[in-house]
Every structure is written in C-alpha cells, then in structure tokens.
C-alpha cells in the first residue's frame, strides 16, 4: 500500500470551508485546482485521500494566513461532524464507554492517523499515532482534534474539566506563544507522542446525553461503515513497537526488518512511500524520550543519555542541541 491508501472522512472539508468562508474566501477559491469534488463533504460516505488532505490543510492557512487554526477548526466542530461515531459517543453511558467507541471505530473517521488509549498510572491517555509521516501537517490536524475532543468533553460533561495535560510529538510552533495563556493546562512539545492526559477517575463519569438504545444503533452503523473501509498496515506503530522492545539500545534497522519478517531494503522502501526514513524515526522516537525524561523526570543526564542508547553524555549532548537547538541542561 502506499500514501494514497490513507484517507479521510470529506465530512472534515466542511468545517475547513466554514473557516474560509466566515473570512470571504469563498468555496471556488478555496478548491480551486485541487482534486475535490464539489459538495463531497456532505456524503457520509465520501473519503478523499491523505495527499488531498494536506494540499487543503496547506491551502487552508495559506488562505488564511493563520497556522494556528486547527484549535479553532476543533472547537468549531458539533459532534454530528464526527459522523455516526459522534452519536454513538455521545450517547455512551460513561466517558470510558465512549472512548472505546471512538478506538475501535476511529478507522470510520480517518486511516491518516490511529486513536490509541490506556491507563499509566493516575492518567488516562488518548495517543494519536501517525500512519504515515504529516510533517508540516502535523500540527494543524493534531490540534484540531485534540480541541474538538476537549470541546466535545465538555458538551457531554459540562460540570466537569476533563483536560490534565497536553504532549505534542512535533517541536512549539511560533504561533503557540499566542495560544498558551488561553490554554490553562501544562502542554509539553518535542515529545514521543502527541497526548491528551486527564485523570483516570474522570472515566467513570456518566455523560449527559447516555442513551444505551441510541448507542447501539450508532454502533451498529459504525460496524457497517468498518466494513466498507481499508485498514492501511500500521508500519510506522510496527516500526516503534519494535525499536522500544529491544534493550540496551535501540535496534538498527536490519534487526527491525528481520523481526518484522522482510529485508531491510523492503522496510527502508515501505518507509519512503510513508514520507519518513528509519533514520527519521529513530531520531523522533529519541528526540521525544529524552523530553520527556528531561521535563518529567529528575534522571541525570548521563542516565538519559545511557537509557537512549549513546555511548557518553557529550554525544548525547550533540545530538540533542541538532534536534531542539539547546543543550539538555538549558532545556530542562
């Protein structure tokens, strides 16, 4: 499979439209020279491929001139832009409930990226994994869900706030700046994963709207629509997956390729096709453990060095500041 076998809902093209149109730019513009078919967003069964998706997300801020949009796309979106998934969520008995609608269905909405959840420790923790490299992307679709899921937290709980904390898998915007005051939660990037953290207790909440029959009818109608989607392979989850079960170090991409049972030039291939490299990965998936160790951890940074895999701290060292521009000390 390559890119084009990873798509989206065109249900998410309307809110997209919405935005420009709210600032007069209207909808022949906007889709001008651009494989889109006119009024697509409005059949629930339509899809346009993650190529599409980008060339829109880059026409999108380019029309606007504002990368940051993608919290505004969120917060604008009704739960009804989330197709028969929405329903079945809302009307889900508890927050848990409904949060293992949305892994088990997420497919229904978009193959670009998977929906992962889990309990460590207090937290509980909604992950999005990239199915292929977004790069410049990244931020507009991972902010805009992350928002829409806070925003829809929020119809279905009103009394209670959800969001504990946010972890993003790319480096801070210069936009952000802008944004952070309006964000009242710690929010991490440069990290492994891109992360909405709220604690565990919150799972068992009963949600406003609990209708077990409706529920059930959206489920069913989920079940048909998983049916009529391909699931693209998770390679680049594969990839990690296997890079974080190896001990004393990480594995070089021969050993990755021989426990994914194919020859290192096929998964240096299939990882092209994705827009990414071995190297690119192991860099990320680095990148982001050391953030993480250095903003979440009191390790020192000869152990952090040591757990990632380098053979002393100055090497490290050098490798950190090419990624994020600082020494490990001046991060922390």
Not at 36 to 63: H, Q
Not at 90 to 103: C, H, K, Q, R, Y
Not at 213 to 233: D, N
Request: with cysteine; hydrophobic share 40%; net charge negative.
């Amino acid at each position: 499979m390559t890119a084009e076998d990873y798509t989206l809902s065109a249900e998410y093209l309307g809110p997209m439209l919405e935005a420009l149109q709210k600032r007069g730019i209207d909808e022949q513009e906007a889709l001008a020279g651009l494989d889109i078919e006119p009024g697509c967003w409005r059949d629930p069964k339509a899809r346009v491929t993650a190529l599409t998706f980008k060339r829109f997300s880059r026409r999108l801020v380019e029309l606007t001139g504002e990368p940051w949009i993608g919290w505004e796309l969120g917060a604008s979106m009704p739960l009804s832009s989330h197709g028969f998934l929405g329903y079945a969520a809302m009307s889900s008995n508890t927050l848990g409930d409904a949060i293992e609608l949305a892994v088990k269905f997420f497919r229904t909405r978009g193959t670009i990226v998977q929906l992962e959840a889990f309990v460590e420790g207090e937290w509980a923790v909604l992950q999005l994994n990239e199915m292929l490299s977004l790069g410049e992307h990244g931020p507009l679709l991972t902010e805009s869900l992350f928002s829409s899921f806070h925003f829809m937290g929020l119809q279905l709980m009103p009394d209670i706030e959800i969001l504990g904390e946010l972890r993003f898998a790319y480096p801070e915007p210069a936009y952000f700046s802008r944004l952070r005051p309006m964000i009242p939660v710690p929010i991490y990037f440069d990290c492994a994963y891109s992360q909405m953290r709220f604690p565990a207790e919150r799972l068992q909440r009963r949600l406003r709207f609990a209708d077990p029959r409706l529920a059930q009818m959206a489920a069913a109608q989920c079940e048909q629509e998983m049916e009529q989607i391909k699931a693209p392979p998770a390679l680049l989850g594969q990839v990690r997956r296997v890079m974080l079960a190896g001990s004393g170090g990480f594995p070089g991409v021969e050993e990755v390729a021989s426990e994914m049972h194919m020859s290192s030039r096929t998964l240096k291939r299939k990882l092209q096709q994705l827009g990414t490299s071995y190297q690119k990965l192991l860099d990320d998936l680095r990148k982001g453990l050391a953030v993480e160790y250095l903003t979440q951890s009191g390790r020192s940074v000869d152990d952090i060095a040591l757990a990632l895999g380098y053979s002393d701290a100055s090497n490290f060292a050098r490798a950190f500041r090419r990624w994020t521009g600082k020494s490990p000390s001046d991060y922390r």
